[in-house]
């Protein structure tokens, strides 16, 4: 794996315990570091950080705040 990679990995908290998670990884980016923007999507998608998974959660905050007040009036 070249440093550049792995300075990338290893800066990004999320990303380098994905990859400790993930260890398969290890050999697929050493054989192909192009395949770096695979693995970011694969851990965006286990943890919930695109943009749809942000909004839905936004989307529960918001009914929750909704049923407090509902419940206060």
Same mark, same amino acid.
């Given at each position: /794996? $070249?440093? =550049? @990679?792995q #300075? !990338?990995?290893?800066?990004d908290e @999320? @990303?380098h315990k994905? @990859?400790? %998670?993930? =260890?398969?990884w #290890?050999k697929l980016?050493n054989? $192909?570091?192009?395949?770096? *923007?695979e /693995?970011?999507?694969e /851990?965006k *998608?286990k943890? !919930?950080l695109n943009?749809?998974? !942000?909004?839905e959660?936004l989307g529960?905050?918001? &009914? /929750?705040? &909704?049923s407090l007040?509902?419940v206060? %009036?």
């Amino acid at each position: /794996m $070249d440093i =550049s @990679l792995q #300075y !990338k990995i290893f800066n990004d908290e @999320l @990303l380098h315990k994905y @990859l400790r %998670e993930n =260890s398969y990884w #290890y050999k697929l980016l050493n054989r $192909d570091p192009s395949k770096i *923007d695979e /693995m970011i999507n694969e /851990m965006k *998608d286990k943890y !919930k950080l695109n943009t749809s998974d !942000k909004l839905e959660r936004l989307g529960e905050k918001l &009914e /929750m705040v &909704e049923s407090l007040l509902q419940v206060l %009036e």
